[in-house]
């Protein structure tokens, strides 16, 4: 039967000598035999069980958990759950992965926006990237609690038209203009706005905020930190929308 030397079973694996000699301190991989000078030998079992080790490497597998399946008396009751675990533990670093891209992706497209670059538009940047999902959940509460008003006023409207039933335009009323009240105070409650010239986040007063110029992203404000007036880009406060 052939003998492998450490060098001659790293060239077949594709491994450097190092790694052998690891994989051998590491109770995974003895050698069948020595040499009279003392050198390791392997086997061509040493060799099929060394492929299989680098084959699990491959897979991202731990030493740990290699050595735990090599050890079984019966491995085929362990392979299935470490399988598992591996990936599953791929899947959160490819969603990691892609959470990362999708960053990167999105500040190239907003710092192609930028007029004047600066090392704080990074940081501006990452803010807003940062507090997006606040947003969204602020904005999400406004939309699911507008939608019966909105029913409502267009049922009304139609019944007044259709049927004559005006009463019901009034009771439509009496109830939207309490829900924009409330609405537009929960919605300025929980947003600020960041300041492109000193990129300072303030909060405006709610009667300036409410009846500024603004775009879906942006809202034409005095800052309170420096006097800078212009559109300045929405976040959420800090403690909103946990």
């Not at 990362?100 to 926006?113: G, I, N, Y």
């Not at 019901?168 to 105070?185: D, K, N, Q, R, T």
């Not at 420096?226 to 909103?240: K, L, M, T």
């Amino acid at each position: 039967m052939s003998k492998y030397t450490t060098g001659e079973v790293a060239r077949l694996c594709g491994v450097t000598v190092r790694t052998v000699q690891y994989y051998d301190t590491r109770g995974i991989l003895t050698p069948s035999a020595l040499s009279e000078g003392g050198r390791r030998l392997y086997s061509e079992d040493d060799l099929a069980r060394m492929k299989i080790i680098c084959f699990l490497r491959e897979l991202g597998l731990p030493i740990a958990a290699i050595s735990q399946l090599l050890s079984e008396d019966d491995p085929g009751s362990v392979i299935s759950l470490l399988l598992d675990q591996q990936e599953q533990a791929l899947r959160e670093e490819l969603d990691a992965r892609q959470e990362k891209l999708e960053k990167l992706v999105s500040l190239k497209r907003e710092l192609r926006r930028l007029e004047h670059f600066s090392v704080e538009s990074i940081g501006d940047i990452a803010y807003t990237m940062t507090s997006k999902q606040k947003l969204r959940k602020i904005r999400a509460t406004m939309l699911i609690t507008g939608i019966p008003v909105t029913a409502l006023q267009w049922t009304a409207i139609i019944l007044w038209i259709t049927k004559g039933l005006w009463w019901l335009f009034v009771l439509w009323a009496v109830i939207a203009i309490p829900y924009g009240i409330w609405i537009s105070h929960y919605y300025f409650s929980h947003v600020a706005y960041l300041c492109p010239q000193c990129h300072s986040v303030f909060v405006p007063k709610m009667k300036e905020a409410f009846w500024a110029r603004h775009t879906p992203s942006t809202r034409k404000l005095t800052c309170t930190a420096c006097g800078h007036h212009g559109f300045c880009v929405e976040v959420a406060r800090e403690d909103s929308a946990k």
